[in-house]
């Protein structure tokens, strides 16, 4: 069974540029988080999204955005980069309708630097 | 709102010593809890979790923690470590339904020492 992917796994952009990452679950698997972890500040939680909807959302600026599809792939998008969101970001997906008990499982993360 | 504390940011132990990590939790309803463990360059590993029953559970290459419910805590252990073992430990809470938010402690890296 196929576990998460993330792509890409590495990026470097300039600040104020825009960027997406994509996000494929578990086969099967409804939910999506995403994190943003960085040093500082440890794992954040950014989204979370449950048959295309979002279902939470973290404390990040409106410059974060995500959306997931019929699939259940997500995207995830930072407008106007800044240096402070250099981070590893990554995404979790978890069998929903299984309760909060369920684990989540999560990719290896897309490695973000903004230069 | 929920929170976790890990208070030992790192913690060097020797080769086939026992070492516990320590983490607390604060939350005014019923949550769920779990450990993940990080090596370098990859995602979270799901170590064990506790969601009821048992107040200690085992998981994966030879790590146990206990629940404590009075003191709000829930300890990882593990009675022997290898070098394998360094990486760095994350503490998580997530409410019992209507979400599958994790809320991540701040990490302990755990270096083993040979």
């Known amino acids: 069974k196929a576990g998460v992917t993330q792509t890409p796994r590495y990026l470097i952009k300039t600040r104020g540029q825009q960027v997406t990452l994509s996000c494929s679950p578990i086969?099967?698997?409804?939910?999506v988080s995403w994190y943003q972890q960085t040093p500082g500040q440890g794992l954040q939680f950014l989204f979370e999204y449950f048959s295309e909807t979002q279902r939470n959302k973290g404390n990040f600026p409106g410059r974060f955005s995500g959306r997931q599809f019929s699939n259940s792939r997500s995207e995830m998008n930072v407008s106007t980069l800044e240096l402070g969101d250099s981070a590893l970001y990554l995404c979790?997906?978890?069998?929903?309708?299984?309760?909060?008990?369920?684990?989540?499982?999560f990719g290896q993360g897309t490695r973000l630097t903004v230069v | 709102a929920q929170s976790v504390t890990q208070l030992d940011s790192q913690v060097p132990v020797f080769e086939e010593a026992p070492v516990e990590l320590r983490c607390n939790y604060s939350s005014s309803v019923s949550v769920y809890l779990f450990w993940y463990v990080q090596y370098p360059n990859q995602g979270l590993q799901l170590l064990l979790k506790y969601l009821s029953g048992s107040t200690l559970v085992k998981g994966i290459n030879g790590f146990e923690a206990e629940f404590n419910k009075s003191q709000t805590s829930f300890h990882l252990r593990k009675p022997s470590v290898h070098i394998s073992d360094t990486a760095e430990y994350f503490c998580?809470?997530?409410?019992?339904?209507?979400?599958?938010?994790?809320?991540f402690g701040t990490g302990t890296r755990l270096k083993v020492l040979a």
């Open positions: 998580a809470v997530r409410l019992t339904s209507g979400t599958y938010k994790y809320i």
């Open positions: 979790a997906s978890s069998l929903a309708g299984t309760g909060g008990g369920t684990e989540a499982f």
């Open positions: 086969s099967g698997h409804r939910s």
